[in-house]
């Protein structure tokens, strides 16, 4: 949760919901983003040297100059394997080493073949695959060829700028430079202790990259604002900066909790991505010719035509500057690429994509368990309760309030002995208190972040005086991790889960409520090198720690702060909303982006964090969320108790069907998450994912698809009677309202709802395993038997995929589960193993239920190996909108068919 109302010096508190925006920089205020978006040049400064070329079967390395100042800098630019360029700029001898993440890549990058294929001394052109790249020199420039378009270029408008660190050794301290040339570390460590308190002197890296062609870019999660990025020409910049934000507002390029570098340019007929791969303060100019006029003169500059395009201006505080271009051609094949690079979410376990109930807070033991027995009683399920911060003795992490929370052994029992789990929070700040253990042990064995004096940083957050644990030394992570073990963390079991909040981190009287850029950490980084990646580096320690606790269950995080490449140890939520209207309306966007940067286990918090929703608000809400990965109500300690069973009979009902709905679609999820990792696709995509020669799909973010199979339209709008749906694949593609089972073509569509109504399709031409039969939570249902609902295509066949295991383990790694192919063409259902893997279930299929199906249908045999040949009944339900073919009673182990006569 958000910092509230605890300096009242720096808050003034508020009853309206609006972000305090003093508290955060604008552009103009940050020296870096002001003096290097004010860096303009008619021609660059900047050229290669191509006469000092070096080339190697993956990469050329040649020089570049700053022929203003002559500095010198070195540029590599190497295929990656999966139709991605990398291009590396880095400074010659320069004074302080420069940053590079060290925890967003999933390992190195795997080289590819790249060879030579036109070379002068004014221009080089490299060749992988179908994949160009040209170094021009005067001025440097690259320009990336994909099936010969051109799709992107790198320093089109000359605004490539790399500062060289300016302060430099004085004439005193030449012995010093001359040390350097031997030894670099060895001068690295002796000019520290001469210079500690020294500035280190401006070292920002800027560049543009051109889309010619783009009608759209997207991405650079995360921000509160629509899924297209808008031109941010004459005002402010995305901001990358993970911050803290009170109330943070919508529509908004403003940093929140998250930074995710990639953004993806995109038109109908080309997608291409560029993954600036930097942990420090970010801001993204974004220009789109369809905005501006200012653009057309720069679009012919690029592309000689008047045709639409997209640029970007990057602009980072420091680092080195480490680029991919991600080829494309399709959006598909852009975010596969990029899940190539940063790695994908591994299964998570089944119950985590269920309902989870959380509020600041449950107040004791009692609550928990009074909570859970009220939406048993009201027949409401529900998988998972958590414990916000009041749960522990005064803030001090890994223990527990006496009073409110004495058994916290026998509450965890309770609590799982009816399936559910319990996930706690843990935040990265430190009591500074004599006596607890965690701090002692961190100042003893030295755990702290430092000051710039090596001192330890101190600030303030939730218990007072605070210090933060430095996950950058790995015996810091190494102590951090067992903190988790049951024997330490005591009352906790394989049950309990982690939620990792403000690690941004959040720094109550810190700038920007952020910790000090100026703040060391271990291998000598500044703060400002890293802070886009220390919640990373905090969420891995956690991941370590539950898996070596439990080595048998995969581990469930929740996170704030983001990074590139944190898909790989956890999930993340859209942080502090508010009870308003505009908050649902962006969480569609808001999770989207994150898909589309790698990050698909997202959620926002159902109801909103801050203030009370009004009943259609939240009702609203709960339907929304059913299509949202991570499903989670939270709300503010201030805020009146909002369980779902404490309302009128009507809204109990309509709360209970959009769970029922959530749960009966978990087969779903889960088999997108599988896919997920096997395969790198998000599990949820905005529509111009699935639809990306479609004009019409290219602005609309209150739609979102679940897989390719189901499409969503949220309604976040108050007292409507009557709304407008976008389906996307034209005339000949089938979509069934999953309610009604009503079928409906591409195109727009005005449908009636009442409040009732959750607006969600199927799409024509998927098979959805579901589980339809109710369940006081996920855990009760692993043996109950699936509906198949076959969503017949215009050619009369529809296929789909289910994943199955135990749910938990990490057996499936080692083939001990089922993956299924389910086809249906010529009237016939087929299941068959895509794998030859086996896993042990007793799920069975009770149901199929096709829709639009064919006409005068009589009967329906089922075949099998162990069941031989079975006469099934069949019957048309809903005025032969469809056809329900009754209790196959066929294991899912078992390849079967079912033909129709
Ligand atoms: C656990 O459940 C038992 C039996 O219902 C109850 O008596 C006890 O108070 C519960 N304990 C806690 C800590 O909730």
């Avoid at 993440?101 to 002068?120: C, F, H, I, M, T």
């Avoid at 709300?635 to 209970?656: M, Q």
């Avoid at 997920?676 to 111009?688: A, D, K, Q, S």
């Avoid at 969503?712 to 976008?726: F, H, L």
Wanted: some cysteine; glycine content about 6%; aromatic content about 12%.
């Amino acid at each position: 949760m958000a910092f509230l109302r605890v300096i009242p010096i720096l808050y003034v508190a508020s009853c309206s919901l609006a972000v305090v925006k003093e508290n955060f920089k604008t552009c103009e205020q940050s020296s870096f983003c002001r003096r290097l978006r004010g860096f303009k040049a008619e021609v660059s400064p900047y050229q290669l040297d191509l006469t000092d070329l070096l080339v190697t079967d993956n990469a050329l390395e040649t020089k570049l100059i700053n022929t203003e100042t002559n500095s010198h800098f070195k540029v590599s630019l190497s295929a990656v394997h999966g139709d991605i360029f990398r291009i590396q700029v880095d400074e010659v001898m320069g004074l302080y080493p420069r940053y590079n993440p060290q925890y967003a890549l999933n390992g190195e990058p795997q080289p590819a073949k790249l060879r030579v294929v036109d070379k002068s001394k004014e221009h080089i052109t490299v060749q992988y695959s179908d994949n160009k790249a040209t170094l021009h020199a005067k001025p440097f420039k690259v320009e990336f060829v994909k099936d010969d378009n051109l799709v992107a270029v790198l320093n089109s408008r000359g605004l490539f700028h790399f500062e060289h660190y300016r302060t430099r050794p004085t004439e005193s301290e030449n012995e010093v430079e001359h040390q350097k040339i031997e030894d670099p570390g060895a001068w690295e460590e002796n000019f520290k202790s001469h210079h500690d308190s020294k500035p280190k002197g401006p070292s920002g890296i800027a560049v543009d990259i051109t889309f010619p062609g783009a009608m759209r870019a997207y991405g650079l999660p995360e921000h509160a604002d629509k899924l297209p990025l808008r031109t941010t020409n004459g005002g402010e910049p995305y901001r990358l900066y993970n911050l803290d934000v009170f109330e943070y507002e919508v529509d908004s390029p403003m940093a929140i909790y998250g930074a995710v570098p990639v953004l993806y340019a995109h038109s109908p007929k080309h997608t291409v991505g560029f993954f600036w791969h930097n942990a420090a303060e970010t801001w993204i100019d974004i220009t789109n010719s369809k905005d501006e006029n200012v653009m057309s003169s720069l679009v012919n500059l690029v592309s000689g035509s008047k045709e639409s395009s997209v640029s970007a201006h990057f602009i980072s505080e420091s680092g080195i500057m480490d680029m991919f271009v991600l080829m494309g051609p399709k959006p598909r094949d852009a975010v596969k690429q990029y899940a190539s690079l940063t790695g994908v979410a591994p299964l998570p376990q089944y119950f985590t994509l269920a309902y989870h109930q959380c509020r600041w807070n449950y107040n004791d033991q009692d609550d928990v368990t009074s909570v859970v027995a009220n939406f048993d009683i009201h027949d409401m399920p529900v998988d998972i309760m958590w414990l916000d911060i009041e749960y522990t003795d005064g803030k001090k992490y890994f223990t527990w309030d006496p009073v409110k929370f004495p058994n916290p052994d026998e509450m965890v029992n309770n609590l799982t002995s009816t399936g559910r789990k319990l996930v706690v929070i843990i935040d990265p700040h430190i009591k500074r208190e004599a006596g607890y253990f965690l701090h002692e042990d961190a100042v003893a064995n030295d755990y702290y972040v430092k000051n710039k004096d090596g001192t330890v940083y101190e600030g303030w957050c939730w218990p007072g005086s605070s210090s933060y644990l430095d996950f950058y030394d790995p015996k810091v992570v190494d102590y951090y991790k067992g903190l988790y073990a049951f024997d330490k963390f005591k009352g906790t079991t394989d049950d309990v889960y982690i939620w990792n909040d403000m690690n941004e981190p959040s720094v109550f009287n810190g700038p920007e409520i952020t910790m000090p850029k100026d703040c060391i950490h271990h291998g000598n980084w500044e703060h400002r090198d890293i802070h886009n990646e220390y919640a990373l580096s905090h969420t891995i320690g956690t991941f370590k720690g539950l898996v070596e606790r439990s080595p048998t269950r995969r581990p469930f995080i929740l996170t704030r702060g983001h990074f590139a490449g944190s898909q790989r140890y956890t999930a993340m939520w859209t942080g502090d909303n508010a009870a308003d209207w505009s908050h649902l309306a962006i969480s569609y966007a808001m999770c989207a982006s994150e898909a589309l940067g790698g990050i698909s286990f997202c959620g926002a918090d159902i109801g909103g964090f801050f203030g009370n929703p009004d009943m259609e608000l939240l009702q609203r809400w709960y339907q929304a969320a059913v299509w949202l990965p991570f499903m989670r109500a939270h709300a503010h300690i201030d805020t009146r108790r909002r369980e779902p069973y404490l309302f009128s009979e009507d809204v109990k009902n309509r709360v209970r069907i959009a769970l029922r709905l959530r749960y009966a679609h978990l087969p779903l999820w889960y088999t997108l998450f599988y896919e997920h990792e096997t395969t790198g696709e998000p599990v949820i995509r905005p529509l111009f994912y699935e639809f990306p020669e479609e004009a019409e799909v290219l602005d609309i973010d209150n739609e979102i698809l679940v897989g390719n199979a189901v499409l969503a339209r949220m309604i976040a709008e108050p007292g409507v009677s009557t709304i407008s749906v976008y389906l996307p694949g034209g005339p000949t593609e089938q979509w069934y309202d999953i309610e009604d089972f009503k079928m409906y073509q591409g195109g727009t569509h005005n449908i009636p709802v009442s409040l009732d109504k959750i607006v969600a399709f199927y799409r024509g031409g998927n098979i959805i395993a579901r589980k339809d039969r109710p369940r006081r939570s996920s855990s009760l249902m692993h043996n109950d038997p699936f509906t198949l609902y076959v969503a017949l295509d215009n050619k009369q066949t529809a296929s789909g995929t289910l994943f199955v295991d135990d749910h938990a383990s990490f057996e499936y790694r080692a083939k001990k589960y089922l993956y299924l192919h389910l086809e249906y063409a010529d009237n016939t259902l087929t299941s068959n193993l895509i794998d030859k893997t086996d896993y042990p279930t007793k799920e069975w299929v009770e149901r199929v239920v096709i829709f639009k199906p064919p006409p005068g249908v009589k009967a329906a045999t089922l075949t099998s190996k162990t069941l031989g040949t079975v006469d099934l009944e069949v019957a048309y339900t809903r005025e032969h909108k469809a056809l329900v073919i009754r209790k196959p009673g066929v294991n899912i182990r078992e390849p079967f068919s079912i033909k129709l006569y």
